[in-house]
C-alpha cells in the first residue's frame, strides 16, 4: 500500500468536510487508510445533529482520518458502532500519557474531570471511506470556552502541545485499529469492547437520554453491547440504545 499522507493546514473550514472533498474527488489510491487532514485554525468545525464545534484560532486541534473499513475486512455495521468509540479511546489515552486525567463519555467525547475536552465525529463518505474526526481544545483559556461544561489541556494542567497530542492520538488509534482490524471488526475478540468499557464512566451512572423528538429515557448505564449499544437499565428494564439514535445524554 502507498504511504498515507499527513497535510497540515494553517486553516480549514472543516478537516472532515476538507477531506471527504479530497477522497471523494481523486482515485482511492491517492488517499490510503490513515491519510490524515489537520489544522489549528478551524472557521466551520461541527459536531453531531448540525451542532457547532469552535474554538478560537489556534486554541484547538481539529485532525480527520481516512479509515477504509472494509478493506480492512471490518464490516461496515461493526465499523460504525465502535469507530467512534475507538477513536475516544485512542484519544483518551493519547491525553494520558500527556498527563491529563481523561474518561471516556459514550457515545463521543473525551472528559476531564467531567468537562469536555475532546468531540469525535465519524462520518461515512462512501462504502470504503469513513472518517474520523476529532477536536482537542488544546489552549482555550475559561474565558474562550464556548461552553462551560468544555476544558482545554492548558486549563487541565496537561501537556497541549498540538504536534505532541498529533502523534500520540494517531499512534494510539493505529494500534487499536489494527487490533480491532485482526479481529474482523469484533470487538469483543479483538479487546476493543473491553478496552472501550474499561476507559467509559458513563457505565454505572444515572443517564437520561434524549432521543429523537421529545423521548427520553432515564436509568442506570450498565454496560455496552456487542454492537457499541449502550445498555440502559430502566426500572429493571433494559433497553440498548444506538449513538445514532441519541441527540443528548445527560448525567
Ligand atoms: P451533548 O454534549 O450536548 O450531549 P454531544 O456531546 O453529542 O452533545 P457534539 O454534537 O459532539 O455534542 O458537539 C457539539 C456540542 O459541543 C455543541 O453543541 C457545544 O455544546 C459543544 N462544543 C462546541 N465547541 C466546543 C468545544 N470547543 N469544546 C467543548 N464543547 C464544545
Known amino acids: 500500500a502507498s504511504a498515507s499522507k499527513l497535510e497540515w493546514r494553517e486553516r480549514s473550514t472543516s478537516t472532515n468536510d476538507e477531506l471527504a472533498a479530497l477522497v471523494r474527488s481523486e482515485p482511492s ?62 484519544m483518551s489515552r493519547a491525553l494520558r500519557i500527556l498527563g491529563a486525567t481523561t474518561e471516556l463519555k459514550w457515545p463521543n467525547d473525551v472528559l476531564i474531570a467531567g468537562r469536555k475536552v475532546c468531540g469525535i465525529l465519524c462520518e461515512v463518505v462512501d462504502d470504503d471511506a469513513v472518517i474520523v474526526g476529532s477536536g ?17 489541556l492548558l486549563l487541565e494542567g496537561a501537556a497541549h502541545d498540538a504536534d505532541a497530542v498529533l502523534a500520540a492520538y494517531l499512534s494510539e488509534l493505529r494500534s487499536l485499529y489494527e487490533a480491532f482490524g485482526a479481529a474482523s471488526g469484533d470487538a469483543v475478540v479483538g479487546g476493543i469492547k473491553d478496552a472501550v468499557s474499561a476507559d467509559c464512566s458513563t457505565l454505572g451512572k444515572s443517564v437520561r437520554v434524549e432521543l429523537p423528538g421529545a423521548d427520553t429515557l432515564s436509568g442506570v448505564a450498565r454496560s ?3 454492537d457499541g449499544r449502550l445498555v440502559v437499565d430502566v426500572d429493571g428494564r433494559l ?12 448525567y
Open 239 to 250: 433497553t440498548a440504545v444506538a449513538a445514532g439514535d441519541v441527540t443528548h445524554l445527560r
Open 136 to 152: 482537542v481544545n488544546l489552549t482555550l483559556s475559561s474565558t474562550d470556552l464556548p461552553v462551560p461544561t468544555a476544558t482545554s
Open 29 to 90: 489510491s491517492a488517499w490510503p487508510e490513515f491519510s490524515v487532514l489537520a489544522t489549528d485554525v478551524q472557521t466551520a468545525g461541527r459536531g453531531r445533529l448540525g451542532r457547532v464545534w469552535t474554538a478560537p484560532d489556534g486554541t484547538m486541534l481539529a485532525v480527520s482520518v481516512l479509515l477504509r473499513p472494509t478493506s480492512a475486512g471490518i464490516r461496515s455495521a461493526d465499523a460504525l458502532g465502535w469507530l467512534p468509540l475507538l477513536a475516544g479511546l485512542a
Open 224 to 226: 455496552l453491547d456487542d
